[in-house]
DNA sequence: TTAATAATGATGGAATCCTGAATAATCATG
DNA sequence: CATGATTATTCAGGATTCCATCATTATTAA
């Protein structure tokens, strides 16, 4: 959202201020004029003037009115969330999840489809396939209407949406997402590595909210980060940021071997339950594992000095054995401990971030100068 | 200089207008009315409206006609970069630099007076007065004339200007620079870290004037770093980013070491010219040297994937000895290894990082909505 | 039915921008 | 030294947009 504010002719200010005004009717509930003209700044009669500009391309429609208040009855607009459709996916090595929202993100149908790390790249493109058309059936939403699409996978992604490299997936590697994806819908397609998308969902929906500087860990059967930088999804030169995982002294390689060695007991398959359950060696296993992602957690936190260190993936359902230990290493390491929080997102928070990229460019689109003509033009 | 673009009333739209005006005319030289409106994109009517008003306002100045071309000789204006000065401090172990400029951050006078390390804070703080007193003896300015002050000092700075840790100069923790320097000045005084502020003067006048992302290793008696993340200088949340020194594993206190081992034989006391003339054991010395410095910057390069790697400090004189082996640890570690370059500021850099911060502050004062009223309120 | 309340609609004024034509200043040339 | 070419400046007119104000309209409460 941080653009130069550039002036120009009175056409342009009546832009920005169309642009205030969706700003504001976005998100939020639907709002009468007088409400809309005190939120925006703008008069009433100017404020009426863009809502009626707006109306007639199709980026808001009158709601209902509400009754019951004293006087005449104020009519009231929302914005068009229903106009266009956008499609969150996220391929995982256990599931590939998609997610169908409208234009505020509100999320309309979810579709599930179960995985396997050894399935071949061919396999789990099929897989992809029938999540997303399970997805728009389920919403009863033609391809269409797709007006963007966020993908999440592991590993690097280039800038063309190809995945350079997957430790977690060697059959991954190479494969062409964006151009697979593309084929199955309209819209730009957008990919981005799982990690980082995560981190984004936090900054959006989940415990990061408020914060500004956000370190996001990826704990679960891989080891991740994403980072938000002022507020924004720090990519990285060579859209690299964040694999200290690479860094041999960091053993984030290593680190689920300590979890991999624990035997299950008879009839505990969970390390997780079975530490619950008072096993020691259970115990002593997460401890570790904690203990070495914990040192390229402190090299994150060390370089950025953010507010809040996120835990999600598989193991933050877990948090209660991690989290403690987490913060003892952080602040025996750092100069200054961050806050340390669990992701509450269950394991949607990837897919809500892919989500969360799509949204981004369609809202890129609203806001850019001499666009904002109508919603259809997505679809030219 | 990212606001959020929020529209408004037509004065608001002048305000925008005026704005862009001022940046155009800043640090450039100056300009035709029609040269003017070309660059903006507004029409040679408004920019003449606008032009008048700055005028008035004291923002702008008419320059002397440039004689010799055909037709009608235009009028031409310029920023008063004159209207007022900022200062910009380096408080270091061994020196302290004051450096004095105009609003275009043009050097008028430079003062240097040499410190030690041993010496107490008010010995040193002493020496501070005396080089800012001198520079603007040196460049005739009158502390009134001063709008901003920026100051570099070792160590973690807080939000009040006051030094909260310094290793390498113990007696100046708990220091109130701000407030010292505040009774030496008109005008607000910012203080920073001074391996922050070598980065940010990399990114304005050094070699990183066209990275958007660039990791700033300050290389001398003390090791430190500042990060540029999207063209904006990085604090981190208390104000720690960039301290992965303090990190064990990564060895930026034990680095040194390495140098001071070394026994300089008779005749030289440097053991970078030692390492030129062929002494084997420099050369081996200033290889441990550097390969410790990489682990840490190997991690804030994995953690960032920056563009580049700018190596400054005191060391960077020998850059011919560090970047080869610097480049190859790098290489070795990373998946993605950036451009690594020196700094070409000289020991200028921390004075002009201070005084960059200072022309910041102004700058945003200009920038700020319904501000712009005239160079005097600086002095209210 | 009337009063109170709050939204809508219409009018006029002010600020700002743009276009285009008239005027002014300089250089080159006969 | 006058004239034309060239480019800047100045001025006037028209258009857009915003704001303030007031009359009108729709609804609830009494």
Not at 108 to 116: A, N, P
Not at 261 to 281: E, H, L, M, S, Y
Not at 341 to 353: F, I, K, P, T
Request: hydrophobic residues 45%; contains cysteine; neutral net charge.
């Amino acid at each position: 959202m941080t653009e130069e504010l550039s002036g120009g002719d009175l056409h342009r200010l009546r832009q920005l201020n169309a642009l205030t005004v969706m700003r504001t009717l976005r998100g939020g509930s639907a709002l009468t004029l007088t409400e809309l003209a005190q939120r925006t700044g703008l008069s009433r009669a100017s404020t009426e003037d863009v809502v009626r500009d707006l109306l007639e391309r199709g980026w808001v429609a009158e709601a209902e009115l509400k009754v019951g208040t004293v006087g005449r009855p104020a009519r009231r607009y929302r914005f068009r969330a229903d106009a266009g459709r956008v499609l969150g996916v996220d391929i995982g090595g256990h599931k590939v999840l998609a997610l169908l929202s409208d234009l505020d993100g509100e999320v309309l149908h979810s579709e599930r489809v179960g995985v396997d790390p050894s399935m071949g790249r061919m396999e789990r493109l099929a897989a992809v396939d029938r999540a997303i058309a399970g997805a728009l059936a389920g919403a009863g939403v033609s391809t269409a209407d797709v007006w963007a699409t966020g993908v999440a996978t592991t590993g690097l992604v280039d800038g063309t949406g190809r995945v350079m490299l997957s430790e977690a997936l060697p059959e991954w590697t190479g494969v062409d997402v964006a151009g697979h994806v593309s084929r199955r819908v309209s819209g730009p397609v957008l990919v981005e590595n799982d990690s980082k998308l995560a981190a984004l969902a936090e900054s959006w929906r989940g415990v990061a909210r408020y914060a500004k500087d956000v370190v996001f860990l990826l704990a679960g059967l891989r080891t991740g980060a994403g980072l938000i930088i002022d507020g924004k999804l720090h990519r990285g030169f060579g859209n690299a940021a964040g694999e200290i995982g690479a860094l041999p002294q960091v053993g984030w390689i290593r680190a689920q071997e300590h979890l991999k060695a624990w035997t299950p007991g008879p009839g505990v398959t969970n390390i997780f339950q079975a530490a619950r359950d008072g096993d020691r060696k259970a115990v002593a296993a997460i401890r570790r594992y904690v203990k070495d992602i914990a040192v390229g957690a402190s090299a994150l936190v060390l370089t950025l000095d953010p507010e809040l260190v996120v835990v999600g993936g598989g193991f933050s359902r877990s948090a209660d054995l991690i989290l403690g230990t987490l913060r003892a290493e952080l602040d025996r390491r750092c100069i200054r401990t961050p806050e340390v929080r669990a992701s509450a997102l269950a394991d949607e928070g990837v897919a809500l971030g892919a989500l969360r990229l799509a949204l981004d460019h369609v809202d890129a689109a609203l806001n850019r100068p001499g666009e904002l003509a109508a919603p259809s033009s997505f679809l030219a």
